[in-house]
């Protein structure tokens, strides 16, 4: 499978490097192409391109840019008709303080809305980059949990791989619009990790009985 990704920033480079030992990847959007270039010839399958040849060249996309940037990124990446969209962004106010929006909308459902006809789902927000770049994403013998949702239900399977792929427990949240907890979810995480100075390697486990 092709996987462009958009923002290649922690975020996109920590899933593209996992992803690169399966997949052909496609990294993009970035101010400093040699870097670009040089992070594609990091991994075992990469390619740095422009966002419209990333998503041209792929059947999903990741889009890992800052949420100030995501509506500049789409435009960049051009039509996305059929794709495999998924979105890991959380819509942060500049000094990470909180959510631009939220509980009525969401950065997911606002995305689907830039990018007509592409098949949207929300997925990987929940966990810092620090958890993406580590050797393993196990704590233990513990796997984190990854909530993912959307509209589409092949869409969603195909996520379901990549989940299980990158090593976590993939939580069907249901509906697109659920987003508008797994962002909050993911300021929760941020307050803990920096607000409350546990770090960035920690995650969400769900226990099941």
């Known amino acids: 499978m092709n996987i462009g990704i958009i923002g290649s920033g ?25 870097k670009l270039k040089a992070l594609a010839h990091s991994c075992l399958d990469a390619q740095a391109a422009t966002p419209a040849e990333a998503v041209a060249a792929s059947e999903v996309v990741l889009l890992s840019a800052p949420w100030t940037t995501v509506a500049d990124a789409l435009r960049e990446a051009g039509p996305m008709d059929g794709k495999v ?35 949207v789902v929300k997925a990987f927000n929940t966990a810092f980059a620090e958890i993406y770049h580590g050797e393993s994403r196990l ?34 949240a249901g509906p697109l619009a659920a987003a508008r907890y797994l962002e909050p979810l993911a300021m929760l995480m941020i307050q803990l990790g920096y607000g409350m100075d546990m770090g960035s390697n920690i995650g969400i486990s769900l226990i099941h009985r």
């Not at 942060?92 to 098949?119: N, R, V």
């Not at 949990?145 to 939580?171: N, S, W």
């Open 10 to 34: 922690r975020m996109g480079s920590g899933l593209g490097k996992i992803w690169s030992k399966r997949h052909r990847i496609y990294f993009s959007y970035s101010r400093d192409y040699a």
């Open 85 to 119: 969209l998924i979105d890991c962004t959380n819509p942060l106010l500049p000094d990470l303080s909180g959510l631009s929006l939220g509980l009525t909308t969401s950065a997911a459902e606002e995305i689907a809305g830039m990018a007509p006809g592409a098949k």
């Open 139 to 172: 704590f233990g013998s513990r796997r984190l949990t990854m909530f993912y949702c959307g509209d589409d239900h092949q869409a969603k399977a195909t996520v379901v791989r990549l989940i299980l792929e990158t090593g976590l427990d993939p939580i069907d």
